[in-house]
């Protein structure tokens, strides 16, 4: 097994986005996401506040995480503390059954993988979360989504879709221009939209004080393939930024974990918006959900009949490829980063740090 850190093969790595058109078409139509299990990845199992000295449990591909706290330290177990076992059953955790665990951004990470590749340089940027932790919990939340993973992720990165399926939160379609522009390494992926005299995000009139008709918007999604985390960050003008992380931990093959942030600190406490829009999230969540819990089922095993994608389904496309081609990498027995996911992503996402 490669080391994380070893790079000595990075310069074998084939973009398999850009090496040939005819085998990205053909993985893009052999899309099996319930098939695709990533290790070596911290997952944010839970907010920080939700890990006290009383254990609680999460999973990662149905590998048991037990979360507790030793005095102000965070614990990472595969086994409650109360059973009485002394050796690890799994090559998740060292001798004692215990994972390497991180805690940043106000979330308990676990790392799920060889614990010998746990390294603090591979959890991902999130440049507007205080790495502290401490936003307070109406900020905070949880759903779950009926559904794999890897298919919210590839449904949430086509930003054309809230246009039509949360169009009485964040607006509809129509605008006068709009710009689509996908950023990709082996590690990430990036979509940003740009829309011009954009309709006002109905939430925005209702609960942020807006009066305009039209608004200039700047929308990002930024997924980590092996966290199958994003985040979103939105600029709107006139009206307020909004700041999301949305990680999408796979409890199950088949059953997805949304412990989600949204940092409204950015906006006046006199302001409904402060409060109203992180709780948005539990309406918008069921929406996707109205869409994806019934598609996820038809992605269980290949299809001869073709999928159908429009020009705005670039993001998705790519999705699909570098994950396949991250999950090929590692079946290989090569886990290493080719790319640094903790590095600032302030400048791509457009986020300016006050």
Not at 15 to 22: I, K, L, M
Not at 43 to 52: D, E, K, N, Q
Not at 235 to 248: A, K
Not at 269 to 284: D, E, G, I, L, Q
Request: charged share 25%; hydrophobic share 35%.
């Amino acid at each position: 097994m490669l080391d994380v850190n070893d790079t000595a093969q990075a310069d074998d790595y084939v973009d398999p986005v850009t090496s040939d058109p005819r085998t990205f078409a053909a993985k893009v139509n052999s899309w099996v996401p319930h098939d695709i299990v990533l290790k070596d990845a911290w997952f944010p199992l839970a907010h920080s506040i939700a890990v006290t000295k009383k254990p609680v449990r999460r999973a990662v591909y149905s590998q048991p995480f037990f979360l507790w706290r030793e005095g102000e330290k965070a614990v990472a177990a595969e086994f409650h503390p109360a059973e009485d076992v002394k050796t690890a059953k799994s090559e998740y955790s060292d001798a004692a059954g215990r994972y390497p665990v991180i805690e940043k951004y106000g979330y308990v990470w676990g790392w799920f993988g060889n614990p010998a590749n746990a390294s603090p340089e591979h959890i991902p940027s999130l440049p507007y979360l205080p790495e502290d932790g401490g936003l307070p919990k109406h900020m905070l939340g949880t759903v779950r989504f009926d559904c794999t993973a890897p298919l919210s992720l590839e449904n949430l990165i086509d930003l054309t879709h809230a246009d039509f399926l949360h169009a009485d939160v964040v607006g509809d379609e129509k605008m006068d221009k709009e710009t689509v522009e996908v950023f990709h390494d082996s590690e990430t992926i990036t979509m940003v939209r740009t829309c011009k005299n954009k309709s006002v995000a109905p939430i925005m009139k209702m609960f942020g004080g807006v009066k305009d008709d039209v608004q200039q918007v700047r929308q990002v999604i930024r997924i980590y393939l092996r966290s199958h985390a994003a985040i979103a960050y939105g600029r709107f003008d006139p009206g307020d930024n909004v700041q999301l992380f949305h990680p999408c931990v796979p409890e199950t093959r088949d059953r997805t974990r949304l412990d989600y942030a949204m940092n409204t600190s950015n906006v006046k406490k006199t302001n409904p918006f402060r409060y109203m829009m992180p709780k948005a999230s539990y309406k918008v969540s069921r929406q996707d959900s109205s869409m994806t819990s019934p598609q996820s089922p038809r992605y269980m095993q290949p299809e001869k009949r073709k999928d159908l994608h429009s020009p705005l389904d670039e993001a998705g496309q790519k999705y699909r490829v570098l994950m396949m081609a991250l999950a090929e990498r590692q079946a290989k027995g090569d886990f290493a980063y080719r790319d640094n996911v903790s590095a600032d992503c302030s400048e791509i996402i457009g986020y300016q740090k006050p």
